[in-house]
């Protein structure tokens, strides 16, 4: 059998104020403690809602981009006005290719598909951006139609194969 230890209201007073000063102390250190804040997203976009690719190399798209960490997207619309398949490849690239994306596909006779592609990257200072789409020469034309590109400059990337 045991016994339990006799608690008085001076013991029990004791333990509120052990309480009360240990509550106190971590109020006070989180009361200073800094958080980082984030910095808002910063957001660069471009569009054209018409362009005709005759050549093999589409009318392409470049810009800089000050240093920093961004996701970057780009999105269209590319519809075949020709009778024959074409194999189709848009690419966007940071910094002259250190992040790359590409997107590859046969536009069919008189079809449209759609193309989305996405690079994250962290540039050191001052970098390119660039974005083109590529078909065999000679080949129909290509209507590239609702062209997006956005910039999303964020506090850091984490970019790893999975």
Known sequence: MSTSPTVTPRSRLLRMSALVVAVSAAALVAGN?????AAPPEVISRWNNELVHSNSISPGFSTFLGAGAYTITAKLSA??????????????????GAATDQAPVTL????????SLNVVHHFPS?????FACTKPAGSPTV????????????NSVDNQPF
């Open 143 to 154: 209507r590239m139609q609702h062209i997006k590109i956005t910039a999303i400059k964020v």
């Open 79 to 96: 519809a075949n006005q020709g009778a024959s398949a074409i194999a189709y490849t848009c690419t966007i690239s940071a910094a002259g």
């Open 108 to 115: 069919a006779p008189h079809a449209t598909q759609s193309l």
């Open 126 to 130: 001052t970098g390119q951006l660039s």
């Open 33 to 37: 403690a800094t958080r980082a804040e």
